[in-house]
């Protein structure tokens, strides 16, 4: 079991930044691949980014190419997903997941576990 909090959300202006935290409890946490997920309003939730294990690989939606870094700090327990240049189709709800099968990790409807969300907005 692992339980997932997001944190670091907020109101920020086209062009900020912020960084996003997902807390995990337990002590297999290393052994997940985690995953950032947003959705909009009257959206479908979409993948944002993705991290292995041992942050050796990492993925992203061209959407935030270039602009969104993910990582991890496995002593921390936490995953981290920085946010730059952001925009205000950014704007979501963002949710943290892990999975610990690789195939899984980027799929919406595939995640073990999820966290309860953050918001994030970004005004023009």
């Known amino acids: 079991q692992v339980q997932l909090v997001e944190s670091g959300g907020g109101l920020v202006q086209a062009g900020g930044s912020l960084r996003l935290s997902c807390a995990a409890s337990g002590r297999t946490f290393s052994r997940y691949h985690m995953g950032w997920f947003r959705q909009g309003s009257g959206k479908e939730r979409e993948f944002v980014a993705a991290?292995?294990?041992?942050?050796?690989?990492?993925w992203f939606a061209d959407s935030v190419k270039g602009r969104f870094t993910i990582s991890r700090d496995n002593a921390k327990n936490t995953v981290y997903l920085q946010m730059n240049s952001l925009k205000p189709e950014d704007t979501a709800v963002y949710y943290c997941?892990?999975?610990?099968?690789?195939?899984?990790?980027?799929?919406?409807?595939?995640?073990?576990?999820w966290g309860q969300g953050t918001q994030v907005t970004v005004s023009s």
């Open positions: 997941a892990a999975d610990r099968s690789i195939a899984r990790i980027t799929e919406v409807d595939g995640c073990d576990y």
């Open positions: 991290i292995t294990w041992n942050g050796v690989s990492t």
